[in-house]
């Protein structure tokens, strides 16, 4: 509804044509609108994002619950192991994911969401070891409330707002991970538009048609700012002590 043409439609009398009236972006290398691509690759790029760290903080909630809420010997395997995705790099260790995993988009969104889960688990570690010494929890534990229930209704409502900021902010994150793996030839093939796969693709003709990589360069770098801007608010909405009087 939003692209003026098809994202994948080939016209070989317009292509490498720059931008004017017609195509407001130019055309690439085989006439494909390059407006209408960068439109059409926002789905694939975002989506991975989302469903990234959707993995990311579902595991995360699970593995920083039970090492922080068990203690002892759980906490101990779950928090070495978060040690050693650590030790990587976060983009490298999307690397060593997808490589296993093979490529595609769905193996990207894998890669991307292991990355991300040593954070999200930390955070709710963090959190839980904080709360479960609270008076209401103490409480809780005191009338006979089982584990489950004391998890259910008395610790974890008090962790999602800690969880939807970090969500927020790491989306960005997801965003670069994800169109890197793209970028590297990890994700989507030809013709499926995406952000950073055409930005490789435009690589090869930086100095007859720029217009090729700035475009999903700058769609990338226009969504992780807005993204930024919205954590910002999503933290002072949910952090009291950032609030404005």
Known sequence: MVAPYSPERVSIMDRLRPPDAVHWLGTDQFGRDVLSRVVAGARPTCLAAVIAIGIAAGAGVVLGAAAGYAGGAVDGAVMRAMDIMLAFPGILLALVVVTILGTGLLNVMIAVGVSLIPAFTRLVRGAMLSIRQREFVVSARAIGCGSV??????????????????????????????????????????????????????????????????????????????INFVGDGVTEALDPALRRP
């Open 149 to 226: 229930r004391i998890l259910g209704r008395h610790i974890l409502p008090n962790v999602w707002a800690q969880v939807a900021v970090l969500s927020t902010t790491a989306l960005g994150w997801a965003i670069i991970a994800g169109s890197t793996l793209n970028f590297l030839g990890f994700g989507v093939h030809p013709p499926t538009p995406e952000w950073g796969a055409d930005l490789n693709t435009g690589r090869e003709y930086l100095n007859a048609a720029w217009w090729m990589s700035t475009a999903p360069g700058t769609a990338i770098v226009l969504v992780i700012l807005a």
